[in-house]
Structure formats: structure tokens, C-alpha cells
């Protein structure tokens, strides 16, 4: 029996670094410190694993080598025009980086899934800006918290016990405010002292309203989204007589009417915050390393994801270079995803078009996606079988350790995308060579 | 009766989605269907009653249950997963975002229709598993 402290939970956005985990028999068999989530991930990671590559024949899985498998996934890879990369979000920044060379030399569109929770977000922060801060700065100075379409005690369970709500700043020793805007009474909004229940689709006339009442000017209607006038000027004014204010939105601004123009409003509502008091902005992101899947697209590539180097250079335009749009319209003639089940959270038509093209997936689990596919190759749970870098939502980087040994044989997302990348290599210059 | 359609995250789906996507309890988590309580006797259903939910994009067996989260008539709460993603709005508005969230629903008792495994539903909807 060993333990290993400060380890990074690789399951949110939150990327909590203060795991303690008891190891026995080269099995997480106690975690300290972890939410539900966590706990679900350490001590059930290891069921339902893919311990094989598989190769479909005549519509059948057969067991085969990485080597034979890692062959086909190239041949699919070097045959096709427009093939498409997803997923990057629950992996390494190393194993990124590999992906976008791999994307590069295949002339395909790498896109995260960035593209389904807070691409929107990205969207609005290109054109309006942001003023942010780390979390560490909100766990010490906040004074008002307002999380605005987000769960955080559903999605991101230690959030607010972290760096919000349910702890003392150095510099913030009072109970801080809390409001939550949500279209239902959720268990956050449980806890919060001003609850604006607002009708669904309607974010945008609410963020725009308190906009305007910043600006002391007045509305003349009784109600905005269901939320009477005073209602808002009441939360205007507590949004104003802060001292520091930290809005943290979620999937319920970039999943509704408005998507990135809610988050256009919602990051100008705290820009004219700004001229009054102090305030940040900063989106929920999900799975642990969204936020490392967008900072490594942009060093290497310039944009942050829905990335198409179809032309030889890469190119930015969602809505025709994003992953959706591109199996709505079904362009991609094959498709490689890693650290993600698309077909299981893509919308039925997006994910059809994805199952009908060769299909590659590089997965610990059997997913949804990995049951479409052509060729599965497994891989190790990265933070848990290998190590790495990931992103915090705020941008703060945290290693990822490797805690146990994986399965005998079992490669790292990272050196299964290397092997394919040289494979690839390997393959087109014999083409070179016999035209 | 007319409902607009909010998905997203639940605790079990979160907890069970770490154990397993072809496990029952993540099928069980998923595959339902959160109501306020007004609107489910309006349809004449019990907690537990299956029910169809459709758009124009598409429709799904689901078990209604009655929501905890306070009132919100008129609003269907549905946790991600495949089994809703056959009836959500696929449009990106030009921007790469589906519409998950505030889509136009229908919702009818439907107590003799089963609800699918995660195999099953996914031999229904992808051509590619009957080949
Ligand atoms: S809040 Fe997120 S990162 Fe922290 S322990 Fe829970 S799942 Fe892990």
C-alpha cells in the first residue's frame, strides 16, 4: 500500500490539484480530497477498458496488433481528402501537439470539443475581449459571485468549495454574495442569496437590461424575461457596489438563442462593470483539459480550434470549419477521435455522417464511438496511466501524473499519435517513390 | 402537450458516464426526462410513465420524472446523452454550436412504448451496426 499526494483530478475544468490517493496492488484504492465525479473516474476508470486493438472486418471487431492496427488507421488517413480530427479535450497537451502535426501532414480539420460547450465563448471573447483573473485571485478577493448558466455543484462539484462560496479569502473573510441566473431552480441556485429564475432563450434581454440600468438609464417595460424591472435594478446594484465581482458562465448561454452574442453581451455587461468597480468574466469550461486543447491550437496553429489545413496553411472559420457543420454537411471522408465520444454528444445527423465515414478512435473505454468505429486503438487513462500538462479553466497549467502502470502493452494517447504520424510519413513517401 | 426542451448535465450522468456508457446505470440516468409536477398531471402520467418526446428533428422513449428543482411548467429537463441527441436541434446558426438547449418540444404519455438500451438505440439509429 502506497500513497501519492497532490495529484490533478483529470475529470473538470477545475483541475483540483489536491488529491491524495491510496494505491494497493497497482489499484486506486482510496481518494481524499475528491468530489462524486472524481471519485467515480479513480476508483471505476478500470472497467469496461479496451485491452486490444480491433480492426472491423465484414462488419466485425477482430483483435490485432497496435502494429497492424496503427497500418490501417494510416491507410485510412492517407487516402482521404477532408478528414477530420475531434475530440482532445480529456488528454495531454502532448498528445494535442502530436495531433496537430498529425492533422498538418494529412491536410485534415482538427477541432475540440470546444466546438460543443464554450466555442461560442471564443467567439465573444475575439470580439468584445475579456478582463479575467486565476481563480486564485477570486478564491482571495471576490465579493460577489454570480454563476450565470452553470451548475457548478453539478458540473464542476468543487468550485465553489474551492474558490467561491463555501471559502475565506485571505483578503475576503465575510460571506460573499452569490447570484445565480438559471432558466430552472438548480441545486446551485439552492444556495444562492438572489436567484433570477429567467425564461428560457431570453439571456440576452436580461444581460442587455442590466446593461442599460448600469448605465442609469431606465427601462420602459414592467418585466424582462419574466424578472420584473425592480428585480433587475436591484441586481444592478449589487452587481455596481461590489467590490469585486466575479461572473463564471456556463453551457446555458452558449447552448441557447444568442450563443456567442449572449456571451458578446454578457462579457460587455462586465466591461462596463469595469468603469464602476472591479469585475472579471470567466467561462465553466468542462472536461479537464478543454482549456490546454485551445492554448496548444493557438501556439501552433494561430486559432483555438475548428482548425482546417485543408489549403497546406491553416485556416479559422466556424460555422464551415467546426465539426458539426462539417458532418451536417457531410464533407469529411473519414474521421480520427481521440479522448471522446462524439456520437453519444453530437446531434443525431452530425454523429450518422461520423459513423459512416472510416472511422478511427483512440479510446481506454469502448465508447459509443468506439463501437462505430473501424479501427480502435487503446490507450492509457491519462493523470491516471501516463503523465502530461493540462490547463485549468483559468488558464493555469498543472502537471498530470502517472499514478499506476497501465495494462501491459497499453500506449499513452500521445505515443499511438506519434507512431500514426511517422506511419503516415512512412506511408507517403513510398508513394513518392512508386507513383 | 408544447414544452421546450433544456439538456444538460445531471449528477448520475456525470457520475455513472466515468463507469461506463453501455452500463445500466448510466442508461438508467440518462434516458429520462425531468417535469414540473403541474404539467405531468396535465398529461395524465406518474412519475416513472414513459413518454415520447419530439421535434421536427426527431423523436425518443423516455421515463418522466417528476423534477426537484422547483416549479418550471412548460420546460422539460433531459441529461445529455445519446438517447436525446437524435431530437435536439442540430443547426450551428453559422457559428459550430448546436442548439442544445431551448429547443420546441412535444411531449405524449407513451406507457406502452419501452425505452432502448444504449445497443439497441444505436442499431435503430446508425446504418452501419446492421451491415
Ligand atoms: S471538482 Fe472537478 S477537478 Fe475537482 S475533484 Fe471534482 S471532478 Fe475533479
Known sequence: MRTVKHVTCPVCGCLCDDLELTIKDEKVVKVKNGCALCKAKFLGYSKHRVLKPLVRKNGRFFEVSYEEAVSRAAEILTEANYPLLYGWSMTSCEAVSAGIELAEEIGGVIDTTSTLCHGPSTLGIQDVGISSATLGQVRHRADLIVYWGSNPLIAHPRHMERYTIFRKGRFQKEKRKLIVVDVRKTETAETADIFLQIKPNMDYEVLQALRALIRDQELDVDEVAGIPTERLEEIADTMVECRFGALFFGSGLTMTRGKNRNIDAVLSLVSDLNKLTKFIAMPMRGHFNVTGADMILTWQTGYPYAVDFSLGYPRYNPGETSAVDILLREESDAALVVASDPVASLPRKAAEHLAENPLIVVDPHMSATARMADVVLPSTFVGIESGGTAYRMDHVPLPLKKIVEPPEGILSDEEILRIILSEVKRKKAEQMENP | ?131
Open chain 2, 1 to 131: 402537450m408544447k414544452v421546450i426542451l433544456v439538456t444538460g448535465r445531471t449528477v448520475k450522468q456525470g457520475f455513472w458516464k466515468e463507469y461506463g456508457k453501455f452500463s445500466k446505470a448510466y442508461m438508467e440516468s440518462v434516458s429520462v426526462c425531468y417535469m414540473d409536477a403541474r404539467d405531468m398531471e396535465r398529461l395524465g402520467i406518474k412519475d416513472g410513465t414513459n413518454v415520447q418526446v419530439s421535434t421536427k428533428h426527431g423523436s425518443t422513449i423516455l421515463k418522466a420524472l417528476k423534477s426537484t428543482r422547483g416549479k418550471h411548467s412548460g420546460i422539460i429537463f433531459v441529461p445529455y446523452g445519446p438517447w436525446i441527441n437524435g431530437v435536439v436541434d442540430p443547426e450551428t446558426d453559422s457559428v459550430g454550436m448546436p442548439s442544445f438547449k431551448g429547443t420546441q418540444a412535444e411531449v405524449e404519455p407513451a406507457p406502452e412504448k419501452p425505452v432502448l438500451s444504449l445497443e439497441e438505440l444505436l442499431k435503430k439509429q446508425f446504418r452501419k451496426l446492421n451491415r
